[in-house]
């Protein structure tokens, strides 16, 4: 059975995050491996919810399953509170990612043109550079700007067609792929044209 370390929060409410990757994960017959990042008792689009980080517990979590002598055939990072979480995660990728070993990265930082709490200008540095050692990312629209340096407003208010406004995600995604992840998908892209791929 395939083994996947998932490095994300833990929401109450909220079906996201921990609570459905280890349910998706395992209804596809892979076992995940869960590493919190925080206990939440809602996820943060609820509109009070209390956070406790765990970036202490991370490195007894890296540490612990190195004296197991435990392999990954994949890493999958979500949401991070800090820079020091993206930190113990480059700590993690140098201990457990082998040759073979998968790293997606879904780089939680904001949607719908907001960013979150958590996020500053030096998480997002991290961020990119996190990235750059991915095979693939799953960012939002939102992400996938603040990665790529584009204005959100601009090229949601920018008027192109449908077809116009993919191709120009393509064109940032290409120039982004050049030193970074291998593939990107971009979730949460709302068009009209059906045709548009």
Not at 39 to 63: F, G, N
Not at 85 to 93: A, D, G, M, P
């Amino acid at each position: 059975m395939k083994k996947i370390a998932v490095i994300n929060d833990l929401s109450g409410l909220g079906r996201c995050s921990l609570t459905a990757a280890i349910s998706v994960l395992s209804s596809m017959g892979v076992h995940p491996c869960p590493l919190p990042t925080a206990i939440l008792t809602a996820q943060t689009e609820y509109p009070s919810y209390y956070c406790d980080y765990y970036t202490d517990k991370m490195e007894i979590y890296r540490s612990e399953w190195l004296k197991l002598d435990q392999h990954f055939d994949g890493i999958y990072t979500g949401y991070v509170a800090s820079v020091s979480q993206i930190q113990q995660i480059f700590h993690f990728i140098d201990t457990f990612k082998e040759p073979g070993t998968f790293l997606l990265v879904d780089p939680v930082m904001g949607d719908d043109g907001q960013t979150y709490d958590m996020y500053t200008s030096e998480l997002l540095e991290q961020m990119k550079q996190l990235v750059l050692r991915a095979d693939i990312i799953t960012p939002n629209l939102t992400e996938f700007c603040l990665l790529t340096d584009t204005d959100y407003a601009e090229i949601m208010q920018s008027g192109l067609s449908d077809k116009e406004f993919i191709k120009e995600l393509r064109n940032l995604g290409q120039n982004l792929c050049q030193s970074s992840p291998k593939k990107i998908i971009i979730t949460g892209i709302h068009t009209t044209d059906q045709d548009v791929t």
